[in-house]
C-alpha cells in the first residue's frame, strides 16, 4: 500500500552462513484527490429590502485513488452573502496529504432603489397677508434604503417663501452605490389678496358755487396697492371736475396681476343753500280808514323772485288792491327754490282808525256813610254808555254798581276802547266816611288787692279787654300792662283806642294796694337776770338796741326804757313798739 515498506533479503548459503540485507520500498500517493460539481460563479441580487442575498446551491462531490482525509468550503449553501463579491472555497485533502482547491465567486449587486416615504402631494395655498407669496410649511418625507443612504437632499425646505403661482418641491436619494430615486410634489401660491385702495377721501357735502347751481370740487387722489403688482387704476371723475347739485359717486377701480379687482368709492353731494332772492319788496304803508267805514283799499308794484337753480313756488298772501281792514296787516311773501331752499319777506299795510269811542251818562259824585258795624258802603248808579264809528272793543269800569266802596274817596272810571286802540276815559268819586267809635269790651272793675309779701306793692295781671273798630284800629294806649308792679295806694290803668278814621274811645279802671303787712322787729335782747349793784337797791343795764323794718315804712319806733337804764329789784319788763305808715303796729319785750 501506500507508504514505505522494509524489505529483508535473508541469504544462507549452503554452509549456513548468511547474510540480510534490507531496503525500503516508499510507494507515494502523487495523485490529486477529485473534486467535481463545484458551483460556477454567480451574480445575485440583494433580496428584497436586505442588503444581502442568501444563496443555495448543490454540494460538488469529491472522490480520490486512495482516500479523503478532509473535506471543508468557507461557506454553507443558504449563506447570507454581503454586497459585493464573495469567494466560496472547498479545500479536498487525501490521506496522502494532497490538496485540491476550487472555488466559485458569488457576486451580490445592489439593485434595489432607495425610497422617498410619505412623499407630500400637491397642494394649494394662499398668499401670506402682504405678501406676493407664501411660507409653506409640510412634513417632509423620510429617505430609506435597504443598504445605505449616501445622499439626501430637497430643493426647498419646510417654511421656505414661494411665489405667486406653481412651484414644484424635488426631494432626490441616493444610495451607497450610486442609485438614485426621484421625487416631487407641486406647491400652488394662490394671489388672494385683492389689491387695495388707500387714503379713499370719505363722503363730502359741498355747497354749490355762488350764483351757480354746481361746484368744481378737488381732492387728494387715493393710491392703489397690491401684494404683487397692480395692473390698472381707474376713476369715474378726476378732481377737479364739476359736480352739479346732487349726489354724485365717484368710484376708483383698480386690477393686480391676479385678476383681482377693488373698487371704492366716495359720495361727492353738492347742496344748494343758496336761498332764492324776493325782489321788488314793497315798502310798509299806513293810510287811514276810509270816512265812515273801517276799511281802505291798498296798491302796490308786484313783487318777483329769482334764484341760482330755479323757482318753484312763490306765493303772496294778499295781491294788489286787496281791501284791509283797520289795525295792521302783515303781507307775507315766500318763495321756494327746487331744492327747498326758502326765502319770505313781510311788509305791513295799516289802515288807522283815528276816531276815538264817545261816553255818554256819567254819574256824578257821590258821598254815603260807612254802614253800621262795617267799613264799607254798597254805591249806585245808572250805567253810562259808550258808541265808535267802528266798533267798542272794550268797555268797562273798574268798579262796577252796588260795589262796597271802603272808608275814603274811590274814583270809578269807566274806559271806552274802540277796534283801533283809541281810548275814551270819564270818572266820578265815590267818598265814603266812618262814623262809628271803636268799642272797648269787658273793662275790668275796680279792684284792691294785698302788697305782695315784702314789698311795698302789689305785681296785678289781668285780661286785655278786646278793642274792636269797624274800620280798623289805628292805635292803642295803655297806661298800665298786665303784670305790671303797682305801688301801695290807688292808681289808674286806662286804655285809649283811635281807629283809622281818627276817631277815639277811652276806658279805665282802679287798682288798690293794701298794706295789711305788720313791721318787723330783730335784734330782740334776751331776757337776762342781775344782781344788785353794790350799795344800790338795783342794777344798771347795757343792751344793743334792737332794729324796726317794714315792707314800706316805718312811722315811729319807740322802747319803754333806755339801754344803761337802773332797773329795781324784781321783774321789769322793757318794751318796743314799731308802727308803719299804713298804721300796722308790732310789739316786742324782754325782761
Not at 105 to 127: G, Q, R
Not at 368 to 387: D, K, N, Y
Amino acid at each position: 500500500g501506500i507508504g514505505t515498506t522494509l524489505v529483508t533479503v535473508d541469504a544462507l548459503d549452503v554452509n549456513g552462513n548468511s547474510a540480510v540485507h534490507t531496503f525500503e520500498i516508499t510507494v507515494t500517493d502523487t495523485e490529486m484527490p477529485s473534486l467535481t460539481g463545484v458551483p460556477a460563479s454567480i451574480t445575485l441580487s440583494n433580496d428584497p429590502a436586505q442588503c444581502t442575498a442568501t444563496y443555495n446551491w448543490v454540494l460538488p462531490e469529491f472522490s480520490d485513488n486512495c482516500g479523503v482525509a478532509s473535506f471543508t468550503g468557507t461557506h454553507d449553501s443558504g449563506f447570507t452573502f454581503p454586497l459585493g463579491t464573495t469567494a466560496v472555497t472547498y479545500t479536498l485533502v487525501d490521506n496522502a496529504g494532497n490538496i485540491q482547491e476550487q472555488s466559485f465567486d458569488v457576486t451580490v449587486n445592489d439593485s434595489e432603489m432607495p425610497t422617498l416615504i410619505n412623499m407630500p402631494v400637491s397642494f394649494a395655498v394662499a398668499n401670506d397677508p402682504g405678501q406676493c407669496g407664501a411660507n409653506v410649511d409640510w412634513t417632509p418625507p423620510t429617505s430609506g434604503d435597504n443598504c445605505t443612504v449616501a445622499d439626501f437632499d430637497a430643493s426647498h425646505q419646510p417654511g421656505a417663501f414661494f411665489p405667486i403661482g406653481t412651484t414644484s418641491v424635488n426631494y432626490v436619494v441616493m444610495d451607497a452605490v450610486g442609485q438614485i430615486t426621484f421625487a416631487s410634489f407641486d406647491i400652488l401660491v394662490d394671489d388672494e389678496e385683492a389689491p387695495i385702495i388707500s387714503g379713499m377721501p370719505a363722503d363730502r357735502t359741498v355747497e354749490a358755487a355762488l350764483g351757480l347751481c354746481s361746484v368744481a370740487h378737488d381732492w387728494i387722489p387715493p393710491v392703489p396697492s397690491d401684494n404683487c403688482t397692480v395692473v390698472s387704476f381707474t376713476a369715474t371723475h378726476q378732481p377737479g371736475d364739476s359736480f352739479t347739485v346732487g349726489s354724485t359717486e365717484v368710484v376708483y377701480t383698480t386690477t393686480d396681476s391676479a385678476g383681482m379687482v377693488t373698487t371704492d368709492q366716495f359720495l361727492v353731494t353738492v347742496i344748494d343753500t343758496e336761498s332764492p332772492s324776493i325782489i321788488r319788496i314793497p315798502a310798509d304803508i299806513s293810510m287811514p280808514a276810509e270816512e265812515g267805514i273801517c276799511t281802505a283799499v291798498a296798491t302796490w308794484v308786484a313783487p318777483d323772485s329769482e334764484d341760482n337753480c330755479g323757482i318753484s313756488t312763490f306765493n303772496i298772501t294778499h295781491p294788489s288792491g286787496t281791501t284791509f281792514p283797520t289795525g295792521m296787516t302783515t303781507v307775507s311773501i315766500s318763495t321756494e327754490d327746487l331744492y327747498g331752499n326758502s326765502a319770505a319777506a313781510s311788509f305791513t299795510v295799516t289802515v288807522l282808525d283815528q276816531q276815538e269811542p264817545t261816553l255818554m251818562g256819567m254819574p256824578a259824585d257821590i258821598t254815603l256813610t260807612a254802614e253800621p258795624g262795617i267799613c264799607t258802603a254798597a254805591a249806585t248808579w245808572v250805567e253810562p254808555t259808550a258808541s265808535d264809528n267802528c266798533s267798542v272793543s272794550t268797555f268797562g269800569s273798574d268798579f262796577p254798581s252796588s260795589h262796597q266802596f271802603s272808608v275814603g274817596s274811590t274814583p270809578v272810571t269807566y274806559t271806552a276802547i274802540d277796534s283801533g286802540g283809541n281810548i275814551s276815559e270819564a270818572s266820578f268819586i265815590v267818598t265814603i266816611t266812618d262814623d262809628e267809635l271803636s268799642t272797648i269790651d269787658d273793662i275790668l272793675v275796680d279792684v284792691v288787692i294785698a302788697a305782695d309779701t315784702g314789698l311795698c306793692g302789689a305785681v296785678y295781671d289781668w285780661v286785655v279787654p278786646a278793642m274792636v273798630d269797624n274800620c280798623g284800629i289805628s292805635t292803642i294806649t295803655a297806661s298800665h300792662v298786665p303784670g305790671d308792679f303797682f305801688q301801695h295806694g290807688l292808681s289808674t290803668v286806662q286804655y285809649s283806642v283811635t281807629d283809622n278814621s281818627g276817631n277815639t274811645t277811652t276806658s279805665s279802671f282802679e287798682v288798690t294796694v293794701a298794706d295789711l303787712e305788720g313791721p318787723a322787729i330783730t335784734g330782740m335782747p334776751t331776757d337776762v337776770t342781775l344782781a344788785a349793784d353794790p350799795g344800790v337797791c338795783g342794777a344798771l343795764h347795757q343792751w344793743v338796741a334792737p332794729e324796726s323794718t317794714d315792707n314800706c315804712q316805718i312811722q315811729s319806733f319807740l322802747g319803754s326804757h333806755e339801754s344803761g337804764s337802773l332797773f329795781p329789784v324784781g321783774d321789769t319788763t322793757v318794751s318796743y313798739t314799731a308802727v308803719d305808715a299804713t298804721g300796722n303796729l308790732l310789739t316786742s319785750e324782754f325782761t
